[in-house]
DNA sequence: AGGTGCAATGATAGCGTTGCCATTACAAGC
DNA sequence: GCTTGTAATGGCAACGCTATCATTGCACCT
């Protein structure tokens, strides 16, 4: 004799196929197929279906459907932050990429913390996901170690300096460091300062820099000031450091900034303490975002396309379930911007 | 005989806790009660597991974990942007309120758009979310329906200018309109423009618009120009429609902004146009944005505690798991910054 | 010796769906 | 009439885990 188990049933009397089947006089199987839009349903069935679906107020248990079908239709993303946002462009061209098939993103910030991601990417594992797109190639030797065997497809987007898992879209850090400051000796800057953020947290800002100090160093130079914060990037520490690092090297041609809103900071410190913009000194940023170009002043930047990059990345998984025998890197490239700021 | 179905099984060879339970010689109890970290188990046995976990790279999987359990962990959240700096704000609070805490966010983007909210919302609910965290209180009613029936907690952030479905965290809009315009009236401002964007989309600025004109009217006056755009919120677009109104109505006194973007952008103008602010024309925006303060003239506007909402949020939703009788509304109130531009 | 209580572990039935057949109904062809 | 083919539907195990008992082993009492 069959023992009644009890269990958490009860808990909120949710409507399930079962239900939805009995009521509609059809099987299981039917309203499965209905639901999924799949397979041979006779239309006079689908609306008799339906119609008991919408009188239930029946939501499909996609918990269940996953494990069923062995398909989470999920595709993880995991990026460091969500206040720079960079990282907001990328997710809308990530959205506009996945719009139109039937996957989903799930999204995880990890505040630039290595350790961090290592959890979010476990926790993300866990979901088994079709896919997961991870910002930076800069990993914790376990998380390094689960992205590769998880199995699933794994693209490293933001930079392709290092040598991807799978596969990686964006554009070389370095060389955009080296790019800006060949610009800048090209337009006879010598004596360079630097205003950065993030201190070693920022792995990409990090390797702009770099590139900086390796295209100086090739021209006999180096930065002859720099300051650098922790934390996020904000306008307010760009203006604060910018007012720093005048106050310590008045004598600079030219300041590079690890990204735009701290470079507009340093415009706006300019503006009020009556510093002309090239002319005394010159400002240079990077990103490329809106407001650098809305200024009075346009700020002399370099351009990525983010939005591309989302949407290549979120191709560049959708093109095949396996992975690739050989990593691949797509460059999606970069621009200067000349602006009026240098 | 028992036929042996095959079935989509080989698919990437995944590790189960049978798997695991068989190697460490226990059973599939004992594995999983390790893993969740619950119940007794003895600590010579949890390290022979755990071992056999590593060896075997075992990662857990929640859908079947969440199926079995009857509990996804999941907290879903539907915000309409995420170019709007706003609302990556609120996400930071949500994402601090659920630290330490096993819920995870699952975050949905409706472009300002509710029937795209609606697809969003049912996606969502098919993950069964333990609770939904979501922008607004004006929805289709489909969506209001599936979310009543659903029977999660809801919390409606941003606003609470409308009766709830369960929970609303925010600050009233309509008030915030109002205060503003009293403000500047206060300060001998008469003659009104407004340069806003959205549309009839971006629900939360037209009730501060509507609040405007209802301080304004009030005094007996009315706007006297307005230039509004479609699309999302930019510096480019605040400062091209401040440039179109200064040409249409000349002898404007003030100009308020739907929110912080534009009037920076606006304030950009002005510098470009030798225009002085506020002597010649006054600027007051909406939001408190970081951008504001470091600006050569910090701008005059109106902040609120957008990590404060998020965070607020998730402890409303989290502190039962039952709604209340009555709805609620939890005002987390807003603040008039004087700044030098009104 | 025989109970008692508790720590530790095991066995198994679901959880709500879907994949994979099997089955039915009915029209067309011989 | 009897296959044969195809559209439509049904039955049921399996997905990987956890909730809920049941059981075992052992120290400690009386």
Redesign the pocket.
């Known amino acids: 004799m069959?023992?009644q188990?009890?269990?958490?049933?009860d808990r909120k009397s949710?409507v399930?196929?079962?239900d939805v089947a009995r009521l509609a006089?059809?099987?299981?199987?039917?309203v499965?197929?209905i639901?999924?839009g799949?397979?041979?349903?006779?239309e006079?069935?689908r609306e008799k279906v339906m119609a008991t679906v919408r009188a239930l107020g029946?939501v499909?248990?996609r918990i269940?459907?996953s494990?069923?079908?062995?398909?989470s239709r999920l595709v993880g993303v995991v990026i460091p932050s969500l206040s720079n946002i960079v990282f907001p462009e990328i997710l809308q061209g990530i959205n506009a990429g996945l719009a139109g098939t039937n996957r989903q993103s799930v999204i995880s910030v990890t505040d630039y913390d290595l350790d961090k991601e290592e959890v979010v990417v476990r926790n993300l594992l866990a979901w088994q996901p079709a896919a997961v797109l991870i910002a930076g190639s800069t990993h914790t030797e376990a998380t390094q170690r689960m992205l590769e065997n998880s199995g699933v497809r794994v693209v490293e987007f933001m930079e392709i300096d290092h040598k991807p898992i799978d596969a990686a879209v964006g554009f070389s850090h370095v060389s955009a460091g080296k790019a800006a400051v060949r610009h800048l000796l090209g337009r006879g800057y010598r004596r360079f300062g630097y205003v950065g953020y993030g201190g070693d947290k920022d792995l990409r800002a990090l390797m702009r820099y770099r590139g900086m100090r390796y295209a100086l160093a090739e021209a006999g130079l180096s930065f002859e000031a720099e300051v650098v914060s922790e934390g996020q990037t904000t306008v307010a520490k760009g203006r604060a450091q910018t007012a720093e690092i005048c106050a310590r090297a008045p004598d600079l041609d030219v300041l590079t900034f690890s990204n735009d809103d701290m470079a507009v900071g340093g415009l706006f410190h300019c503006m009020s303490a009556g510093i002309r913009v090239p002319d005394d000194l010159a400002l240079f940023g990077f990103n490329g975002l809106d407001i650098g170009r809305a200024l009075p002043q346009p700020l002399s930047t370099i351009r990525a396309n983010r939005f591309e990059i989302g949407q290549r990345a979120v191709e560049a998984c959708l093109s095949s379930e396996v992975r690739p025998d050989q990593p691949i890197s797509i460059d999606t490239g970069f621009e200067i911007f000349e602006g009026a700021t240098a």
């Open positions: 069959a023992k188990r009890q269990r958490l049933t949710k399930t196929v079962s006089e059809v099987s299981d199987s039917t499965s197929r639901m999924r799949q397979g041979l349903v006779a006079a069935t029946y499909p248990n269940a459907g494990l069923a079908s062995l398909d």
